[in-house]
Structures are given as structure tokens and as C-alpha cells.
């Protein structure tokens, strides 16, 4: 028996069902990817956190204007990946502790969280952004989204509880990383706040496909019961 929750979701699943849910990976690879690859291998070649701040920063720019010629316009995950890096930067260039500089990470994680939560509250969420993203140039989704926008209350319960999720997971992963951070060694949390930053990402990953997933395969459902099979009449 459907639950109220699955007939919400199984409205929520009807806009914009072509988008494929493996493309969020593929986004979050490529903003994410790209600015913490290009510091680390920074760091790989003798630069210093500054210097490989300052690099990770230029390339999550270059990307968001990557973005934007593509596009044509500004796109709010790109903008809040500029942000957090810009920020580190920033806070990177107030101290040179190597602890503090470990936990610039670890804040804006939980900044990062509370941002999704605002985003939520002032009812513009970041996942709606992130869906944008992932319609691209196909029209036909996108429109998709700016339907169920409009018209749905349960499409936008579902990105806001999206947004509830992202952001509790963030703020939860940036806490246990500050834990760590003032419980192990240096070398230790470096370690650590990097696994638990990946669990936690995994995690909000893994469900947030599990959920649109599940709402579409509820929507077909409801708009393509099973047939009734009668049961033959009884002997007299």
C-alpha cells in the first residue's frame, strides 16, 4: 500500500524524466574534480598551500566562465564553487598555521551546508540549480523543470527536501571533521577529513539518486497500473 510520502513523490516524478541522474556524477566530478585536482598536483610539484589555493581558485573561475559562455548565463553551483574556494584562499592568507589552514576546510564545509539549508529557506534551492545543470540544452527538461516549478507542490518539496539533506550532510561531515582535526595528529587528519568528506558525499549522492529514481518509477507506476486480473466466477 502507497504511503502519502510515495503518492507525493510519484506527482514529483513526473517533470523532466529524461534527465539522467548519472550526470550528476559526472557535474560534481568536473566542479569538484577540477579545482582539488589542480591543488593537489599543485601541491605535488612543491607549491604551497597559498600558491595551490590561489591555483584551485583561478580554475573553479575558469570554469565558471567556462559555464557561463557555454550557457549564457551565471550558474549558481559553479558561483558557490568559486565561493568556497575564493574563501579558503582568503582565510589561507590570514595565518600560516598548518592546523588552521586544515580547518578552513572543515568550516566551509559546514558553511557549505548552511548554505543549502538558506538556499532552502529562502526558496531557491541549490538542487534545483544542480538540476538545471544536468538539463543542459535539452529543452524539452528543461522546460520540464520550469513546469513542475510552477505547478507541482510536491516537485518543490522534493528539491527542498533535497537541499534539507545536502545541507545537514554537509554541516555533519564538516563537524567530524573539526573533531578530528583537534583529536589526531596532523599527518592523521589530513587523512581522515579527506575519507570522511568522501563517505559523506557518497552518501548524499547515493540517496539523492535513490529518491528521484524511486519518485519516476512511482510515477510510472500510477500512470500505468497493473491490470486487474477478475477471479473466475465460482462453481455452482
Aim: a positive charge; hydrophobic letters at 55%.
Amino acid at each position: 500500500m502507497r504511503t502519502p510520502l510515495d503518492e507525493q513523490m510519484a506527482q514529483a516524478g513526473r517533470f523532466a524524466p529524461s534527465i539522467r541522474m548519472s550526470g550528476l556524477l559526472r557535474m560534481l566530478a568536473l566542479d569538484i574534480a577540477i579545482p582539488v585536482g589542480g591543488y593537489y598536483l599543485a601541491r605535488a610539484f612543491g607549491a604551497g598551500m597559498t600558491a595551490a589555493l590561489l591555483i584551485s581558485t583561478v580554475l573553479a573561475g575558469l570554469r565558471l566562465c567556462w559555464l557561463i559562455w557555454r550557457q549564457g548565463r551565471a550558474d549558481a553551483f559553479a558561483i558557490f564553487m568559486l565561493f568556497l574556494f575564493a574563501g579558503g584562499l582568503t582565510l589561507s592568507l590570514i595565518t600560516g598555521d598548518p592546523r588552521f589552514l586544515l580547518l578552513k576546510g572543515a568550516a566551509l564545509t559546514v558553511l557549505s551546508g548552511l548554505v543549502f539549508l538558506g538556499s532552502v529557506a529562502v526558496r531557491r534551492p541549490l538542487t534545483f540549480a544542480v538540476a538545471g545543470r544536468l538539463a543542459g540544452s535539452d529543452e524539452t527538461s528543461a522546460a520540464g523543470l520550469k513546469q513542475g516549478w510552477a505547478t507541482s507542490a510536491p516537485f518543490r518539496m522534493g528539491f527542498y527536501l533535497m537541499g534539507i539533506v545536502w545541507g545537514v550532510g554537509l554541516i555533519l561531515s564538516g563537524t567530524a571533521q573539526i573533531v578530528l582535526i583537534y583529536t589526531l595528529t596532523l599527518d592523521q587528519s589530513v587523512a581522515a577529513t579527506n575519507v570522511v568528506s568522501l563517505v559523506f558525499f557518497a552518501i548524499c549522492i547515493g540517496w539523492n539518486v535513490w529518491f528521484v529514481e524511486r519518485s519516476r518509477r512511482l510515477s510510472r507506476e500510477a500512470s500505468d497500473p497493473q491490470p486487474q486480473i477478475a477471479s473466475a466466477p465460482a462453481s455452482s
